[in-house]
Structures are given as C-alpha cells and as structure tokens.
C-alpha cells in the first residue's frame, strides 16, 4: 500500500479557532486526495476530496494539495465541538491507503 | 449520496467459531467492494478487494483462508471469519465503489457502517 503520513495529535483547538491538518504521501504519482472525518465507533465520512494543485473550498473547509512537495492539507475554519473527531487522510489508484488520522479536540 | 448497509453492527462469539458480515449497496451496483480493518486507536487497514464474479484479491499478510469474502452479486459481498480468536477482534468496514466509476478512484466509493466483532 502506498504510505500516507500524518500527525495523529491530538490537536486541541479553541471553539472559533481554525484547525490546520497535514498529511504527506509517498507515491508521487498518485492523483486523487481524500479526507475523512471518522467519529469514534463510526466509519468515516467524506468531508473533502481534492485532484488538482491548489485550494479547494466547501463551506468551513478547504483543502490544499501541493503535489510537487506531496503534500496535502485540511484546514477547518470557525471550528465548532462537532468537529471533534479523527480526520483521516486517504490517497488513491484504484483503491484507498489511509492515514493513521489526526484527533481533533475543538475546546468550547 | 448513495448507502451501503452493513450487518450486523456489532457480533460477539466465542472463539473457534465463525462470523459472517454482509455488505449491501441499496441503490446502485457495486462492482467493486473493499473489506478494511480497523483496531483502536488505529487506522484503516485494507484487508482485500472484492469483485463480483471473481476471486476477491488479498493485500500482503491477510490470511485469504481465514477471512473468506464472495461477492456472488452486484449488490452483495460478504466476509465470513473462520475460526475466529481473540485477536480477530476488531471493527470491520466495507466500501462499495459505485458502478461504473471514473479511473482513478472517484468519489463514488461509500462506507458501511462497520461491525464491531469481539470474540471472547
């Protein structure tokens, strides 16, 4: 499987605060980038997905790839207490590689 | 969006035996599903992929004998743990890839809800 990297934190973020998630990835000719949000006990939840160079906006989320550092990010804005989870990053061929997610703790 | 359902969500047994974990898409046809592991804590581990009709293919160190997985229809994949100890305790996730989907991986892949198995 293709090696995704993140932080696991946990990042603790004020209620309000953004929250800023990075992830890295070995292949560099993978094409497609994913995030998840996976509560606990939960499966995950596609949040983002991301092709091409640059930033890609959805509401208080936007996703960032940069695909000449491999490098891919997350940042959720105005973070509220239901944005408590583990966000995990995935890349994909044909199938998903995931990695081993970020905890997130938005303090109220 | 499109849902995968997924049964049962939770299965304790005793170990030695085996336990069977279906995987339906409700809406759409699935050529493709794919069978994750997940232990606390940890994150998601691809087991196997799943195709209808043919033989499902295991990623290295899945042991194909003790996780058996058919996929006799479009809409339905099922992972049978044989045997199962302790150890195999874990939560189980399926993904469903919608049908026919844009190479490379689309959007169009759906979790189920995951099974919690706990063998004591």
């Known amino acids: 499987q293709k090696e995704v990297e993140q932080n696991s934190g946990p990042l603790s973020v004020p209620e309000g605060a953004i929250a800023s998630l990075n992830c890295t990835y070995s292949d ?3 094409q497609s980038f994913f995030w998840y949000r996976q509560y606990s006990g939960k499966s995950p939840e596609l949040i983002m997905f991301i092709y091409s160079n640059g930033d890609k906006e959805d509401g208080r989320f936007t996703a960032q790839l940069n695909k000449a550092s491999q490098y891919v990010s997350l940042l959720i804005r105005d973070s509220q207490p239901s944005d408590s989870a583990t966000y995990l990053c995935a890349v994909a061929d044909y199938k998903l590689s995931f990695g081993a997610g970020t905890t997130v703790t938005v303090r109220a | 969006g499109a849902v995968v359902s997924q049964h049962p969500s939770w299965v304790i047994c005793k170990s030695g035996t085996s336990v069977k974990i279906e995987c339906r898409s409700l809406d759409f046809q699935a050529t493709t599903m794919f069978w994750y592991r997940q232990f606390p804590k940890q994150s998601l581990m ?22 058996l997985i058919n996929h006799a229809s479009l809409t339905l994949s099922t992972l ?9 305790s874990s939560f189980y996730i399926c993904s469903a890839l919608l049908a026919p989907h844009k190479g490379p991986y689309s959007t169009e892949a759906f979790f189920g809800q995951g099974t919690r198995l706990t063998v004591v």
Do not use: I
């Open chain 2, 80 to 88: 049978t743990v044989t045997s199962a100890h302790p150890e195999d």
């Open chain 1, 28 to 30: 560099r000719g993978s």
């Open chain 2, 46 to 67: 691809l087991m196997a992929t799943s195709n209808e009709g043919s033989k499902a293919t295991y990623e290295q160190g899945v042991e194909k004998d003790k996780f």
